[in-house]
């Protein structure tokens, strides 16, 4: 008993320890509560966020080749893989002009059970008007499970980073290809090579002013493209199949 005991006050101590550590930097559920981790088989694959009261806004990338029956999302929780809540994904929607070679078109929709009633740690995140422009180095701001530590898998706490969009010129240099596709934009830090290196998740928001701009794309440590949320393609998918 005493064993059990000891465990459950250490697990308690560790989780008080995480939030305060959250609370430090500003990372709370209230400031973030558009946030939500997207499973598959309960195993987090992704992130995304909550636009409406059944609508979440993802990554086509991430969710493609799985079956909405496996899908499910988790919300109202700082930690990965624990805490707050879970309920099923009923309906998946990729994006009809998907490309997973380009990234074009990297948007999915994933409409939950249960209609969520909104309180302080589970609430939307206002979208991007159409046709909103982002200037280069415009300084953005990517909410997510994976940021610190992308080298070894994904961390099991919400942060944030702050970071600025880059020119198209070296978003394709360092990406390696001839041009970047409709609707895409990078983001990230330059090392001494002249590459960007971002470390984040797929599918999380990429926010300016507490309103959703893009959505994280494709990423490794030289590259970290998001999709525009004002371009008017996604907008006008978004709009015909989540009503937001």
């Not at 360092?174 to 590459?195: F, Q, R």
């Not at 999709?227 to 907008?235: A, D, E, H, L, T």
């Amino acid at each position: 008993m005493k064993c059990y005991y000891l465990v459950l006050l250490s697990a308690v101590s560790l989780w008080n320890t995480v939030e305060s550590q959250r609370e430090e930097k500003g990372i709370t559920i209230s400031k973030y509560p558009f946030m939500v981790q997207v499973n598959s088989k309960d195993k987090r694959v992704c992130e995304g966020s909550i636009i409406s009261a059944q609508w979440i806004l993802t990554a086509a990338s991430c969710i493609k080749r799985i079956n909405e029956r496996d899908l499910s999302i988790r919300y109202g929780t700082l930690i990965g893989g624990r805490g707050g809540f879970t309920v099923p994904v009923v309906k998946k929607i990729n994006h009809p002009e998907y490309n997973r070679t380009t990234m074009e078109n990297d948007v999915a929709l994933l409409k939950i059970r249960k209609v969520l009633n909104f309180a302080h740690n589970k609430k939307p995140i206002k979208l991007a008007k159409r046709g909103l422009p982002l200037e280069e180095g415009a300084n953005v701001t990517v909410v997510g499970w994976g940021i610190d530590q992308a080298d070894k898998g994904p961390s099991n706490n919400l942060d944030a980073v702050d970071i600025a969009t880059v020119s198209n010129t070296e978003c394709i240099k360092s990406n390696e290809t001839e041009e970047l596709p409709e609707g895409l934009l990078c983001a990230g830090e330059l090392d001494e090579n002249g590459n960007i290196c971002f470390k984040g998740e797929g599918g999380g928001p990429v926010i300016v002013e507490e309103i959703q701009v893009g959505i994280v794309s494709k990423k490794y440590c030289n590259s970290f493209m998001f999709v525009s949320v004002g371009n008017p393609k996604i907008r006008n998918f978004i709009s015909e199949n989540a009503q937001a």
